[in-house]
């Protein structure tokens, strides 16, 4: 098994999904599946955490990492001219991998991103024959994951509009799947979505990322400017485009303790304000490293603020995580 994972065609597909940012979506569904499981929403009277409830978030869990690797995937399908320039390593570029090889790797992703998901049903649907042949409105958990996947073709298929192209048609794109649908696609693995509380949630990190997503941007100019994409430091130009994100990396964090104290976020609210509070201080932290020295940005492919952008996604769901659990 192990010289077969490091046989060249196996390590250029591995390439290709781009296996290292596969953990924040799986981190999302795990964390909302237990925001759903803590709260006061859970549809199971008993709070049971069943072999059923494991195994269903387990599967949503690792549908969503395919689903994050078929839109790597397809990324550098419709972004192989740029990525000449800003990626040359990548497997399409290099001719490790040819187009064709690439669309059927990207389509057999997403077959086992979304066909699974249909057995992604709540209590009281407890056996996989019962989930299988729920009524349809219980397949909530399937829609948004078809939904999510229209919008990886949103963003980079010119015949779907290719979002991102566009300034701020791009980080809402990304926003919204990555941000609000992740999260209450994690909660449809143990309760409705019919709620607000999973969406005031997914939305906060639905802001958060419609700022954050641009932190790469800058260290991409060249080829993104040479594929047509007009992005947030290339429309507006580098210290502009520095100042307009940062307050995405502050004010959405500050949601958290004012749902707290509002109660429209049911886990414990001791933790959901000082997490709150504690990622808003990192946030200006991090946003004081963008305009400290904007033009820094474009000059390194792994900006500081990148890492904490990624490390304070992480954060923030184990933290939502331990608030529904204490």
């Known amino acids: 098994m192990w010289r077969t994972l490091q046989s060249p065609a196996v390590k250029s597909y591995l390439t290709l999904a781009r296996p290292f940012t596969l953990l924040p979506p799986l981190f999302g569904i795990i964390s909302g599946a237990i925001c759903a499981w803590g709260s006061a929403h859970n549809p199971d009277p008993s709070r049971t955490l069943t072999l059923s409830v494991i195994l269903t978030v387990v599967l949503g869990s690792l549908c969503a990492s395919f689903l994050n690797a078929a839109s790597n995937a397809i990324n550098q399908i419709y972004d192989l001219e740029i990525d000449r320039i800003n990626k040359p390593n990548r497997p399409l570029v290099t001719g490790e991998l040819s187009i064709a090889q690439a669309w059927k790797f990207t389509w057999l992703l997403y077959a086992l991103a979304i066909v699974p998901t249909w057995w992604v049903v709540v209590f009281p649907y407890t056996t996989w024959g019962q989930k299988f042949a729920a009524p349809l409105p219980a397949h909530e958990c399937f829609f948004i994951y078809i939904a999510g996947m229209i919008f990886t073709f949103i963003y980079s298929a010119p015949a779907f509009g290719r979002t991102k192209r566009h300034a701020i048609g791009a980080n809402v794109t990304i926003a919204i799947p990555r941000g609000c649908l992740l ?144």
């Open 183 to 326: 999260k209450v696609a994690g909660w449809t693995m143990v309760g409705r979505a019919l709620v607000a509380e999973p969406w005031y949630i997914g939305s906060i990190f639905m802001l958060f990322l419609v700022g954050a997503a641009s932190t790469k941007d800058f260290s991409d100019i060249e080829g993104d400017a040479a594929g047509g994409c007009r992005t947030l430091p290339i429309r507006f130009g580098v210290r502009n485009a520095a100042y307009m994100i940062a307050p995405f990396f502050i004010f959405p964090w500050l949601l958290m303790p004012i749902g707290a104290m509002n109660g429209i976020l049911t886990g414990n609210r001791n933790v959901l304000i000082g997490l709150g509070i504690g990622l808003a201080i990192w946030g200006a932290y991090t946003a004081w490293l963008l305009v400290r020295n904007p033009d820094e940005l474009t000059s390194t492919e792994n900006h500081p603020s990148w890492r904490h952008m990624y490390l304070m996604m992480m954060t923030a769901q184990i933290g939502f995580a331990a608030a529904y659990l204490i």
